[in-house]
């Protein structure tokens, strides 16, 4: 598992950070695992987060999406605020700016999407109108597809993170990234 920050002596990883993180605005965190749920279920547990196993990985990553929000609804919540394992937690300070931004949008905005220099990122935060669509999709669904076709339903709130864009997808990017955070 890859070391939160980066090149730091730490126990801490992208997903403790990011639950621990969550857990700063939200009343529960739910982790999305596959074939890794032995690997990561200590940490996940150590860090008070629950999880939840998607049956079928092989699927790909938008049946783990409908599996962690079915589990949001199931636990009688109808809000998520959603993010990838593969990068960097958003800054303390752009979570509560999207959280607020997420309470104050009006009805028929579905969601908040952080947007660093015109790139949209995570983590996305989203109504029960968006959990309703992202369900019913089928889950060879691309998420970013189905935010296309509702864009008039979601608000692109503009953050000074570079993290929110950061994905951490190769050796090569997390080297990238350990040396940008070693200056």
Do not use: C
Not at 67 to 79: P, T
Request: proline share 7%.
């Amino acid at each position: 598992m890859l070391r939160w920050p980066p090149g730091a002596v730490s126990n801490q990883t992208f997903l403790s950070a990011a639950v621990r993180s969550l857990l700063l605005f939200n009343d529960m965190v739910i982790v999305v695992a596959g074939r890794n749920e032995s690997t990561i279920e200590s940490e996940v547990y150590a860090t008070n987060a629950s999880m939840v196993r998607n049956p079928e990985p092989e699927r790909g990553q938008f049946s783990s999406l409908q599996v962690g929000l079915q589990a949001v609804l199931n636990r009688g919540r109808d809000a998520a605020m959603i993010t990838h394992v593969d990068r960097p937690p958003a800054e303390r300070a752009t979570l509560a700016v999207l959280r607020d931004a997420f309470v104050a949008s009006p009805d028929e905005k579905w969601a908040v999407v952080p947007e660093f220099r015109g790139k949209h990122g995570h983590p996305i935060l989203v109504s029960r109108d968006m959990i309703e669509v992202f369900l019913k999709a089928p889950a060879t669904a691309v998420a970013r597809e189905i935010e296309h076709q509702h864009q008039h339903h979601i608000e692109y709130f503009p953050v000074d993170d570079p993290r929110v864009t950061l994905n951490v997808n190769t050796p090569e990017e997390y080297a990238a990234l350990v040396s940008a955070y070693g200056r």
